[in-house]
């Protein structure tokens, strides 16, 4: 367990008033100057990508499911045998506390645990002091015109995780499979790309998950598509459910997208986005559709009402 929090502030000369005003990060139950918070470079978070991370957003001050995040994130960490070296309830105390002393209300919040620093192999018993860490930072959202004109997206060739390798649910430190597939989406022009399964059907895109919708009624890939759990995902889920359009979860594939009459992401960056071209293919009249739009009005609601 951390001692309790302490505000640790950067005596480096010269930085004047500019350190009182820096950007406190949290490290392992303190708050310290982003100038100074530091991990080593024996860390197995950085040496392998072994450790498991989750992005939030607070608005007006309040983090959106912030439980769910937290469930996640334990989840995540059980699936790889890491132990959080805290409590659920002070790891949102401690969000709550770096909102609050960066006075920050609109943010976007990373928690990062890393398996800590060990010896240059690969053994996770040969590590100590996982490392928790919370960075909460003013918001990059994508360009708002994309949200009245929509999103042009492609196919990436990068397979989404098999499951039995690293299931996509777990939201580890090792984000190189999206990272491949976004790669490809930004070399031809996209920010987002769609990922494919290894049964070939619709997974998710590298940082969102993906709905569709076709004769009224919404559709998005299962859990057992090898995709991860997104907690925007469930939150349009129940929002649909109360507006009264029907949601299935079931396998989907290219072609569901392209015969679609539309097409939205979801996840914690992006909210709910419109996407009018799937491989230079029009969905549907090839305009953010009107489902779509009611669920972006309905999500902006709950968020922010
Ligand atoms: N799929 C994947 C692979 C993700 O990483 C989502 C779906 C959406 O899930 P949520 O719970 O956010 O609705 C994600 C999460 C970033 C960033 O900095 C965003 C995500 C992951 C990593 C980084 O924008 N999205």
Redesign the pocket.
Known sequence: MFPAMVVQTSKSPGQGDAAATSLKIFINGRLVDKEDAKISVYDHGLLYGDGVFE?LRSYAGRVFRLEQHLARLWDSAKAIWLEIPMTRQAMADAVNDTLKVNGLEDAYIRLVVTRGAGSLGLDPNRTSDPQVIIIADRIQLYPRELYEKGLEIVTASTVRNHPAALN?RV?SLN?LN?ILAKIEGLQAGCIEALMLNHKGEVA?C????IFLVRAGALATPPTDAG??E????QAVIELAQQAKIHVREMPLTRHDVYVADECFL????AEVIPVVKVDSRPIGSGEPGPITRKLIDRFHALVRG
Not at 266 to 269: I, M, Q, S
């Open positions: 992005g996509a939201k984000y999206n998710e590298t940082g969102d998950n995709i991860l997104g907690i925007t995902r979801t996840g914690t960056a």
